[in-house]
Structures are given as structure tokens and as C-alpha cells.
């Protein structure tokens, strides 16, 4: 009985202290099941509940634009326009759509909330995996490596994207350790195999949808190369392969890529950002702090956040126990972890943004950065490195059993110092409290953080002190992993807010049901950005691909810099004259009775009308002014930036004209005209609109110019014209080829090198 029980322990240890394939898979299952104890009551408890913060990006972008882009799907067509919101603009063409995504595919088939919950775990639990893989490969034991797993999946940066609802971040941030892990594999082997794993983990990522990660990423990717650089022999080869990975996913996601880039050419952000503007959303310096102490500045577990910044983007936090890992790992192996901690320290400066000299370089000096806001999302690779430097001090720790003398002292010295920190604070009396104009719950949100700071912080002291003293050390290490990974999971938990999606839809419904009150070819404005998409047809709405030449007229009707409109709600609050060009007809309120709708009376256009009367203008400004006028009617003339051919001419006869929708980006036109005219479509105006003649009486060419600078003219002959008005940009079939060809070299070269050894010795 007794060599039994020592055959169990035996056994025990060898799973959970070991090295073996089998200790992988265990700990593997392990970060599976937190995921599961995170996530599984949303999953598998049926209910109304979608994860996310009800006044997050979900309900104003994200959840309209999964609805309509995998909708028209369904329909076996791809939606290139939205014509719902913004008066219409590029959908597609949008990177955060993610329609060609194929971890996004679930969407075809489950019903929104339900696919939102899975997709949300997936990527949280690919998060981890995938850096779980990566720590496996640099030789960690498996514990070390939930450890470091559980950090990056579990941290601020990454995952209060759930309570932001940002889809497109989570799925993108989700795929950068397996980047970094094909990047070590080709580092050190040079191997095809490695090659086609960063091609396809860069691909992933590049279609998850947000481009900033992609090219933060990117510039993580070359940092840590340069980090790595001196030792490596072949550094051409290296340096081949890395651009490798990035030539062959930009031939796999062409059909995406290509057609973003033309198309949001034409986008307010496509236009550039100005310094002041892209410097904003930066990480405030202090915000050092939330790597241990998440509540610090308050937060959505304490208080509300009265820091710099937001929440979601300003909480660095990775939990005391693992920072004190993480400085561990890197004082008991400074030679080794010199890149990662260099990798840290100097995302972490580029996180700062404006309040350091890089920023100022950066946007002078490299490529796109200037299309970007936000410079504090570079804080996400400080958290994955920071994760990685933890999964190292307890893979040191555990290897050598040996910690320096003084570091217990040290992280003991530290706790008792904020412990005390913490006692004053609530000793200092009401009147000098008042004197730093804080409310209360911010105050003790820092008591509470101060002394749960210190806290763990002789926790962790007395567990190292342990270790020096004690010979059986094998309980200990695996407490300091098991009470990390809780540390991570119990704020996660915290930070993991659900509403009730019957409220999204109680908004589609009453939208719905005043359309059906109040029918006609109008446009409204409402103040729930996107929601109102296949409802109703909006003035404004909640996304990127808002076009430049239309945020600069409703700018213009505001009395507004276009800067103040980017990416804000509800921004049409006055009824200027102007957007009766638009068919803006009513406001819609959210009263507490519930939708209040209000009508404009402003003079509006038809969808189509002939127009015999223009005038060309030479720019952007001038045309502005001239719609800006009291006195200007669209009905009667028409302001071009070009000659129109045939030029029109006057007459009594107006003709008549009739206007058929087949998809969201193609119209069938039938006219008829006794004489050279404009035909004025009051639907903006892209550049990639293009005429495919139908009828047999038809002029030579037909050309669709802006009007108005934002709708769509088109100069018709005298006679019978019947043709079809379609939005498909010419970059999505060049980008087609491409991806079709690269895809099959891909799937073909992915046979040829992981084809089973059985097939070779055939050959």
C-alpha cells in the first residue's frame, strides 16, 4: 500500500512537475477549463446575454455590422456598399466587416448573441494557447507556461476588449504570440514549416480586422528581431524569411487588402491625421501604476475611472504575482531575457505617444504611422512580454530552485512600504482629504489598491522565503503558479459585463416600426450610430469609412471642425438647410417614453431628378460655400468639380426617371429625355460607381461625377437610356486574382512540407 502511494505521488509529480508530452497536454486542458469557468454559464446557459458593456462599441457598430455583413451573405452576395448609414458608404472595404475571416464564419449560421459569446471565448482562449505554445517551444515547464498564458489572455490590454466589445481588436490581438513563435521557429531553424506558420498567422491576423494591431505588430516583429539580430549566422536569409511572412500574407489577403486601401483612400481616415489628432489616446505615464494596481485611477470593479484616458485602454494590469515573477525572470537570467525586457521597456515608450520625443519621429519619419490614433495600444505588446518575462522567472525558479538573497527582501520591503501607504490614507483626516478634490469611492479605490498591492506583494515575499528554506519545494511552486493565474482570473471576472440583447432589439423594433408609420425615400438621424442598419437609412452612423468629401459637408452644416466628427455619435443636431440635398427628413429622439420622432421640414431633393443648370467649381472650399448659401437650391443647380459630356441643356421637359434597388450596391435606371441633361442621384458619391449600359438606345459613354461634392450626377444625351449603377471596387478583383492564385501556391506548398513520411518513402 505504501509503494502505491509512493508510485501516485510519483506519478503526480511527473504530471505536474515534469517535462513530458503528457505534462503539456494536462496543463494545456488546464488553461482550456479556465476559459471554460470564464466563459461557460454565457456559453452553455442559454439565456439573453451577450458579453460586453451596454454603452461599448457593440451595440452603436459591432453588432449591426455582423447582422448586415453576414446577412447579405447568406444571400450568396457580398455587400460592397451600406447604404443604411452615412448616406451610404464602403462596407466591405472596411477591415473590422471581417467577412472573409473565417473564424467569423460562425456568424452564417448561429444567431448573433450566439455566435458573439463563442467567438469572444475562442480568441480569449487562443490568446493563450498560442502563447502557451510559444513558451513550450523556448523549453518552460508546463506550469510557467499557464502561467504566462494566463497573463496575456487574462490582462488588461487585451482582455477588457471584451467589456469594450471590440470584436476586430480581440480577434487581431489573439494572433500576435503565434507571430513571435514562428518568428523563433525560422530564427532558429530556417525550416518551410516556419515560414508558412508565420504566412498564415500574419494572414489570420490581417483578416481579423484592424489594421493597427497588424502594424504595431509589425513593428514589434522588427524590434525584436533587432534584439536578436548579432548572434544570428545568415542574417539575409533571417531577414528574407521575415519579409516572407509579410509578402506571402499580403498575396493571401489581397482581396481584403487592396480593396481597403483604395477604397478608404476616399475615407476621412484615409485622408491622414493630423498631429494633434493622432496623438491623442495616448497611455498616461502614471497609468505604470495598473500593472499592479488595476483600481488605482478607479475602474468599472471599484469606481468609476477618473484617470487620463479610458479604462479599457489606460489598464495595463497583469497582477502581482506575475510582475514579481516577471522581475525575477529577469534579474536570474539577465543574458536571456534581455530582448523581452527590451521589448517591454520600449513598447512601452511608444505606448506613451505625445509625451516623448518618439512620437514626434514617428509621425514624421514612418511609413502609415500617421493614419493611426491611439499610440496606447502599443501597451499590449508590453503586456505580452511582461507575460512571457513571468512564465520565465517561474520556469527559473523552478529549474534552479535558487533565488537571490535579497529579492524576498526586497519584494517584502515593498509590500509593507504600501501597506503603510495604504493605513495613512485612511488615517488622514476628512479635511486634508478634500484638499486633492477627489470623491470618496476614488479615495478608497487608491486605499484599496495600496493595501491589495502590498498585500500580495508579502504574500509573494513569504512564499520566496519559503522556497530558500524549505527542501520539498515542489507545493510551493505550483501555489505561486495556481494563486497567479487566480490573481488574473478574478479580475477577469470582475471585468466581464453581459446585457440583456433584447435591448438591441427593442431599439431595431421601434426603428423599424416608425419606418413603417412614416413611409417614404427619406433619411433620418438617430443617436444609436449603426443600429438602425437595414431599418432605416441614417444621416450619420458609427464607423471609419465614413468618405472624406461627406464628413466635410455635414462638418460644414454643424459648424464644426471635421477633426470634432471622427468617429462620434449623433453629431447632426442642428437642421441646417443645406442637408435637404441629403432627403433628411426627421430627428429621432430617445425620450424616456420611448423614440420621438421630429420632422425637419427642410426642402428636400428627389432620389433622382433631372438637372439642366451647374456650375464648376475648382475646390473643395469653394464648393462648400456656394451649398452653404441661403440661398443655394439643389433642385435647380448643380455644383461639378468637371465639365459634363454631353453638356446639358435647358428645357421645359423635365423627363422622367425611375430608380430600382437590386442589392445594396446595384440600381437599375430607366430614363427618358428630350434633351442633353443631368441626372442627379442624392446618394454620395465614390469614385469606384461605375455605369453598365442595358438599353439599345444609349449614348457612347456613360460617367458618374460627384455633384453637390458629395451625391452623384450623371450627364445623359437626349433619348431612352436604361442602365444598372453599380459599387464595385476595381481593387477587389486584382485583389481576387491575387488571393486565389496565393492560396492555392499556399495549399499546396502546406502538402508538400507536412505531407506524412510514409508519402516520401513512396516516392
Known sequence: MIKGGVRAKNRLQEIFLGENSFSYWIYGCLLLLLVLALFGDMLFGGGPWILSDFTSDMIPYYLPAREFGFSELRLGHIPFWNPYVYSGAPFFADPQTALFYPLNWHFLFLTTKTAVNWGVACHVFLAGLFLYLWLAYRRFVPAACLLGATVFMLAGPHFLQVSQGHLSNLCALSWTPLIFLALDGWKD?????????????????????????????????????????APIRRKITFLSGLAFFYLGAFCLTAIQLLTSWTAGRETLRGEGLSRKVASTFFLPVENILTLVMP????GSA?????????????????????????????????????????????????????????????YDWIPFFRNFRGTGKFDFLTVLFLAVLAGSGLNRLMKKNKIPSLFPSFILGTGAFLLAIGFFLVLLPLNIR????????????????????????????????AIQKIRRKEILFLALAFFGVVELFVFARSHRPFFDIRQYEARKNALQSLSRAYPGDYRITTPFGDAGIQESFDLWGFNPMVLGRYAHLIAASQDMETVQIAGAVNIVKTPSL??????????????????????????????????????????????VGEIMKIGFDPSKKIILESLPDPLPEKSTHAGTVQVSDLSTDLIDIRASLDHPSLLLISDNYARDWKINPLGIDRQKEYKVMPADLT???????????????????????????????????????VFLVFRPQRWKRLD
Not at 483600481?295 to 478607479?298: N, Q
Not at 429621432?588 to 467649381?617: C, M, W
Not at 452623384?712 to 453599380?726: C, D
Request: hydrophobic share 45%.
Open 189 to 229: 531553424h530556417r525550416s518551410a514549416r516556419w515560414l508558412l506558420l508565420g504566412i498564415g498567422a500574419v494572414s489570420f491576423q490581417i483578416l481579423a480586422g484592424h489594421p493597427q494591431y497588424v502594424f504595431y505588430t509589425l513593428g514589434g516583429v522588427l524590434l525584436y528581431s533587432v534584439g536578436h539580430l
Open 302 to 362: 471599484s469606481s468609476a475611472y477618473w484617470g487620463r484616458g479610458t479604462y479599457s485602454e489606460a489598464c495595463l494590469f497583469v497582477g502581482v504575482l506575475p510582475f514579481g515573477l516577471a522581475l525575477l525572470g529577469f534579474i536570474m537570467d539577465k543574458k536571456g531575457s534581455r530582448v523581452d525586457a527590451w521589448m517591454v521597456f520600449i513598447s512601452f515608450f511608444f505606448a506613451l505617444g505625445s509625451q516623448t520625443f518618439l512620437f514626434n519621429l514617428s
Open 295 to 298: 483600481h488605482i485611477f478607479g
Open 434 to 465: 478634500e484638499q486633492f478634490h477627489l470623491p470618496s469611492h476614488s479615495w478608497f479605490g487608491m486605499v484599496e489598491s495600496f493595501c491589495y498591492f502590498g498585500g500580495l506583494s508579502l504574500f509573494l515575499a513569504l512564499i520566496l522565503v
Open 578 to 623: 443645406c442637408l435637404g440635398l441629403l432627403r433628411y427628413r426627421y430627428q429621432i429622439h430617445d425620450e424616456f417614453s420611448g423614440l420621438k420622432i421630429y420632422p425637419t421640414r427642410l426642402k428636400e431633393l428627389q432620389r433622382a431628378q433631372f438637372v439642366d443648370n451647374f456650375q464648376v467649381f475648382g475646390n473643395e472650399q469653394q464648393e
Open 711 to 749: 451625391l452623384r450626377a450623371v450627364p445623359l444625351s437626349a433619348g431612352n437610356h436604361h442602365f444598372q449603377m453599380e459599387y464595385r471596387p476595381k481593387s477587389f478583383d486584382i485583389g481576387k486574382t491575387i488571393s486565389e492564385f496565393s492560396f492555392l501556391a499556399f495549399i499546396t506548398s
